[in-house]
């Protein structure tokens, strides 16, 4: 993917634009306030919702992205960030004037997360299944909690720890060495 520059007086004509379609239909905006009147482009980026939890012995990182293909998803782990990347395609192209509305949004989308503990890379694996993407990453060896068994020291009092140490007896017919 190619780093694209960061252009800040688009997003505010993007703001301006949506401010004056509220503005043309105020009471439907307020009805619907997630509905922008528009055909749909790339202009209006998407980022899926997404969750991460923590098991045992992984991480599970579940995102929507509904309507795309296996081959339109990127999913990357570069040291404690995992990036999931993708585009959401129109499948069929209808002109503005036959909108009667249009509330879905197409187009990439990049999202990086960072991951509490390393993890090992590569046995990371990915499902996609009804919508959800289901990313599992097993937790390195070095993240996993490992226990420690106390261990108890016998000591009287003011002396050193001493070491228990057992006379055997011999067997019946061996001698005292």
Do not use: N
């Not at 069929?92 to 249009?102: G, L």
């Not at 879905?104 to 997360?113: D, E, N, P, Q, V």
């Amino acid at each position: 993917m190619a780093i694209q520059r960061w252009r800040p007086w688009e997003e505010f004509r993007e703001l301006e634009r949506r401010m004056e379609e509220m503005m043309r239909h105020p009471f439907l905006s307020l009805r619907y306030p997630l509905a922008w009147w528009r055909a749909p482009t790339e202009e209006a980026a998407w980022i899926p919702a997404l969750e991460m939890y923590e098991k045992e012995d992984k991480f599970v990182v579940r995102a929507e992205v509904p309507g795309m293909k296996k081959d339109d998803i990127e999913i990357s782990v570069l040291g404690d960030t995992l990036t999931i990347r993708g585009e959401r395609k129109a499948e069929t192209e209808v002109k503005d004037e036959d909108y009667y509305r249009c509330e879905l949004c197409y187009g990439r989308f990049s999202r990086s997360i960072t991951l509490p503990s390393a993890v090992q890379t590569a046995k990371v694996e990915a499902t996609y299944k009804d919508g959800i993407l289901e990313i599992v990453l097993p937790k390195a060896p070095e993240a996993k909690p490992k226990k420690i068994q106390v261990k108890v020291k016998e000591a009287s009092e003011g002396s050193p720890a001493k070491a228990k140490t057992t006379e055997t007896k011999p067997k019946a017919g061996e001698a005292k060495k």
